[in-house]
C-alpha cells in the first residue's frame, strides 16, 4: 500500500498536534486566547430576516483555517459557524470569505483567514421570533512561521 508523501505529512502533522494536546492539556493555550470575536446584528425585518455580522480580530502572526480550507486534509480544522435561537431559525446561510493563499512546505496550498476577517450569516427567523440568537464559532489558531497550533476553541455569543 503506497501513502502519498503529502498525505503522510499531514498524518504526521495532525498525529503530532493530537499528541501535543494529548501529553498535557492543563496549562495549555487555545484558540480563543489569540483571537477575539464580535457579533452583531441588523433588526429583525417585517418578513423575519435579519443579518448578523461577525468580526474576528485574529493576532499578528496567527491564522485560522478559511472555510473552504481548500485542502482536503485540514478540512475537519475549519472554522465554523452555528447560529440558533429558542424558536429555531427556519434558516441560515452563512457566507464565509475565502481567506488568503498559505503554501505549507510539503503540504501545499490552503486558505487561512489572518487580522481582521468577517464572516456574515443571512437568518430567516420563525414566524414571530424575536429572541436573541446564540451564536458559536468554532476554529483552531495556528503561527504563521512555527506551524505551531493551539488547543480548538468555541467562542459562543448571544445577539439580541
Not at 430567516?124 to 446564540?134: C, E, K
Not at 483552531?140 to 467562542?155: H, I, K, R, S, Y
Amino acid at each position: 500500500m503506497k501513502i502519498s508523501l503529502r498525505l503522510a505529512v499531514a498524518a504526521f502533522l495532525v498525529l503530532g498536534a493530537l499528541a501535543v494536546v494529548s501529553t498535557s492539556t492543563a496549562g495549555a493555550r487555545k484558540s480563543d486566547s489569540e483571537v477575539k470575536i464580535k457579533a452583531a446584528a441588523t433588526p429583525v425585518n417585517a418578513s423575519g430576516k435579519q443579518e448578523v455580522l461577525l468580526t474576528l480580530d485574529i493576532n499578528k502572526g496567527w491564522h485560522l483555517y478559511a472555510n473552504p480550507v481548500g485542502n482536503d486534509d485540514f478540512e475537519s480544522a475549519r472554522t465554523q459557524v452555528k447560529i440558533d435561537s429558542k424558536s429555531a431559525p427556519a434558516t441560515v446561510k452563512i457566507d464565509y470569505p475565502k481567506g488568503n493563499v498559505h503554501d505549507v512546505k510539503m503540504i501545499g496550498k490552503m486558505h487561512v483567514y489572518q487580522g481582521k476577517v468577517e464572516i456574515r450569516a443571512n437568518v430567516q427567523r420563525a414566524q414571530g421570533d424575536q429572541g436573541p440568537l446564540d451564536v458559536s464559532v468554532k476554529f483552531m489558531a495556528c503561527g504563521d512561521e512555527n506551524g505551531q497550533c493551539l488547543l480548538p476553541a468555541t467562542v459562543k455569543l448571544q445577539v439580541k
